[in-house]
């Protein structure tokens, strides 16, 4: 089953809320996804740095990364989170940070990096994966999340959405593909690497893929309808676009709408039964094998 | 008149109470404030009410419904109406997938869009959708009237058995056995009873749709093709 969020921000006056806002389109969609979830968000970035969103092991596994990443490169801030941690890193150094933490913490792992994306994601009920994470004290742009409800692969944190597997990039995804291992091993020849066995990530590796070739995100979703086989609604972040595409039937449900303040995204209208003006806003079920694309 | 509002009484305490409710009640007119898009909202019911929804309601709205006049007033999620066996829906927004999927009877109207698989495996409802319809509409259709104002998606009447299709716009194309009919007298009656039950007294030409059907060339096995097995 499992359940998707997305809310894209057109007017700044709401990026306060964002967090709020998504907490509860999150806990909403708990009955189509009660094993983990996850979500994207994004806030502010600053210029010469990259964030790294960290997950450690468990809450001291992840306090005891910090505090030897912070001896290591004084320059470095960190914003911890349960089991995750924010870590903004000088460009210069991601490099040396990136080998650094491969060897050191072999238990720590990259989950997001980007300017402005954040991700999160956890084992539990939705709600208190979003408390855990204080998501409604999160600002920002726009926001993706995920409830998951398991079939692909185990109940892991490894299995839950969102995946990002390029800067500032994330998918979440409701279906499964039915080509993912051999898309997984073109991929691999084409120097990507995957952590998992889950077909998700594989779409988000495809899609980094084609971006890396040049390819707008829009552009991007497009081809993937010849190349990516199986049902699914994705819903995509970049740093500045939020897009969503649906399988040629349509199989899974998706449901938008759209005022002049923000453009949102459920799997269930329920979902977006709380947000504001919903009673005028404009809401539509998006066309299968249609690429919709916002982006600021 | 009984008003009920979602945000507050529990859904499943509203339709245990309606489901309680014996034919000959005369607690008919209901109210239901706050769907909020809830699922299965008034479904299974079983008495001539009359139930006013204000607002958004999720999937299976309407489900099952025997002899109910049921008004949406606003949109509706997946399966509204679906398994109908009487009674009257009236969807005042759009449907989403599936609406009156299975319906054995009674009257679905929509005011809005149907999104795709509208009455799929219909088996004697009748569904009016004043919009467009969605893809694989009317998927093996077995008996009763699909008729659309606007256009219908791909794939339209997918191995339709004996279900009357309508539309008055554009076909995208036309599912398997699948085929446009000619329309007779008979056929315009037929459709303008379908509206006149529908609500829309003349306002409509029967004259204006293109009928559709079964081809009937799947009914039976083909000999000719006992070679591709």
Redesign the interface.
């Known amino acids: 089953m499992c359940g998707i969020v997305g809310l894209f921000l057109k007017d700044s006056a709401l990026e306060p809320d964002l967090g709020q806002m998504t907490a509860r389109m999150l806990a909403t969609m708990t009955d189509r996804g009660p094993d983990s979830a996850g979500f994207a968000v994004y806030g502010t970035g600053q210029a010469g740095q990259t964030k790294l969103t960290l997950r450690g092991p468990s809450v001291a596994g992840i306090e005891n990364t910090v505090s030897k990443l912070k001896q290591t490169f004084p320059g470095t801030d960190a914003a911890l989170y349960d089991t995750h941690a924010v870590v903004a890193v000088p460009t210069e150094d991601l490099a040396r940070v990136d080998a650094w933490l491969g060897r050191e913490c072999p238990d720590t792992e990259v989950v997001g990096r980007g300017h402005r994306m954040e991700i999160f994601k956890e084992v539990g009920l939705p709600q208190d994966v979003a408390a855990r994470f204080r998501l409604a004290t999160m600002h920002g742009t726009h926001a993706i999340g995920h409830t998951r409800m398991a079939t692909e692969s185990a109940v892991t944190t490894d299995g839950a959405h969102p995946y990002s597997t390029g800067g500032d990039q994330c998918l979440v995804h409701n279906g499964s593909l039915s080509n993912h291992n051999n898309v997984r091993r073109a991929l691999c020849r084409e120097g990507l690497t995957f952590e998992t066995e889950n077909d998700t990530e594989v779409a988000a590796g495809y899609l980094t893929w084609r971006m890396r070739e040049g390819l707008s995100l829009g552009d991007a979703l497009e081809v993937s309808l010849e190349d990516l086989d199986g049902f699914y609604t994705f819903v995509v972040g970049t740093e500045n676009g939020f897009g969503v595409l649906r399988d040629g ?2 199989c899974k ?1 998706a ?1 938008m709408a759209e005022t002049n303040q923000y453009v949102a995204f459920g799997s ?3 979902a ?3 947000l504001p003006g919903i009673g005028l806003a404009k ?3 998006p066309e ?1 094998a249609t690429v919709y694309f916002w982006e600021r | 008149m009984p008003d009920i509002d979602l945000g507050v009484t529990p859904l499943r305490e509203l339709n245990g109470a309606l489901h309680k409710l014996p034919p000959e009640t005369n607690e008919r007119h209901w109210v239901i404030e706050n769907p ?4 299965a909202i008034a479904a299974g019911l079983n008495a001539p009410l009359n139930v006013e929804i204000n607002g ?1 309601v ?2 299976y709205c309407a489900g099952m419904n025997k002899l109910a006049t049921v008004n949406i007033h606003g ?1 509706a ?2 399966g509204v109406a679906e398994n109908m066996m009487s009674g009257f829906v009236h969807v005042s927004g ?1 449907a ?2 599936a609406a009156g999927a299975t319906g054995h009877g009674g009257l679905l109207r929509i005011d809005g869009n149907a ?2 698989r509208c009455g799929i495996s219909m088996k004697g409802i009748d569904i009016v959708v004043q919009g467009s319809v ?3 509409s009317a998927f093996m259709a077995q008996a009763g009237n699909l008729v659309v104002f606007g256009d219908a998606g791909d794939a339209l009447g997918d191995s339709i058995y004996e279900a009357h299709l309508f539309v008055r716009g554009s076909v995208k194309s036309l599912g398997a056995d699948c085929i446009k009919k000619d329309m007779s007298d008979e056929h315009k009656a037929a459709l303008h009873d379908v509206l006149t039950r529908a609500g829309f007294n003349g306002e409509v030409d029967p004259s204006e749709f293109q009928r559709y059907g079964s081809a009937r060339t799947l009914y039976n096995f083909n000999v000719d093709h006992a070679g591709e097995y």
Request: aromatic letters at 10%; hydrophobic letters at 30%; charged letters at 20%.
């Open positions: 039937i349509a449900p449901i269930e209208y329920r977006l039964a709380d809401v539509w079920e299968p | 909020a898009g809830r699922h958004p999720g999937y949109s999620g997946v759009d989403s997938q999104s795709s969605g893809h694989m």
